[in-house]
T-cell receptor
């Protein structure tokens, strides 16, 4: 029962480096999300994809880009990493967009990213 | 900025005690969810409440949605070490494109 799989689990980057966080779900969900979690701030939405072929900005999109590669996969790219992007990143998926109705979001295990 | 405030931020109690954590906002929510997150893992949904005044029970956990749908509480009876974790509430703002608004969480430690 894989659910939502994120890679890598840990990453250390130098300021200015780029990287892509990978996410895949095997639940045939339409909607996928990228969040960051920082101490004392809760989860903040970076980007989401309501359905295959669409992506939209969330609360904190600056410095990030996303690609919904197909229904299963949704990647997050940091083009030029900054120390302010040090965080734990979570990918999530849900059957339907959560603004349409109360729906359960399934989360991956997270990627702990440190930018030095 | 829509805020969802959780209290307390941290709670450490002995096994067998009861506790209540709160989730409050000035905004009205279409629904509110409670998640539990364990170290190194992503949040896992515990319950969704939709109707003002709604009460849901999950074994020793009782969830209540405020009558005005602006707040919620989670009450745990006879807490056990397995209840240890970070409890997060998330509210769905009507007509919002930002999906869920998340609280910062209550870190709960139950000591044997």
């Amino acid at each position: 029962n894989a659910g939502v799989t994120q890679t890598p689990k840990f990453q250390v980057l130098k300021t200015g480096q780029s990287m892509t966080l990978q996410c895949a779900q095997d639940m045939n969900h339409n909607s996928m999300y990228w969040y960051r979690q920082d101490p004392g701030m809760g989860l903040r939405l970076i980007y989401y994809s309501a359905s295959e072929g669409t992506t939209d900005k969330g609360e904190v999109p600056n410095g990030y880009n996303v690609s919904r590669l197909n229904k299963r996969e949704f990647s997050l790219r940091l083009e030029s990493a900054a120390p302010s992007q040090t965080s734990v990143y979570f990918c999530a998926s849900s059957a339907t967009p959560s603004w349409a109705r109360a729906t359960e979001a399934f989360f991956g295990q997270g990627t702990r990213l440190t930018v030095v | 900025t829509q805020l969802l405030e959780q209290s307390p931020q941290f709670l450490s109690i002995q096994e067998g005690e009861n506790l209540t954590v709160y989730c409050n906002s000035s905004s009205v929510f279409s629904s509110l969810q409670w998640y539990r997150q364990e170290p190194g893992e992503g949040p896992v949904l515990l319950v969704t409440v939709v109707t003002g005044g709604e009460v849901k029970k999950l074994k020793r956990l009782t969830f209540q949605f405020g009558d005005a749908r602006k707040d919620s509480s989670l009450h745990i009876t006879a807490a056990q070490p397995g209840d240890t974790g970070l409890y997060l509430c998330a509210g769905l703002i009507p007509d919002s494109n930002y999906q869920l608004i998340w609280g910062a969480g209550t870190k709960l430690i139950i000591k044997p």
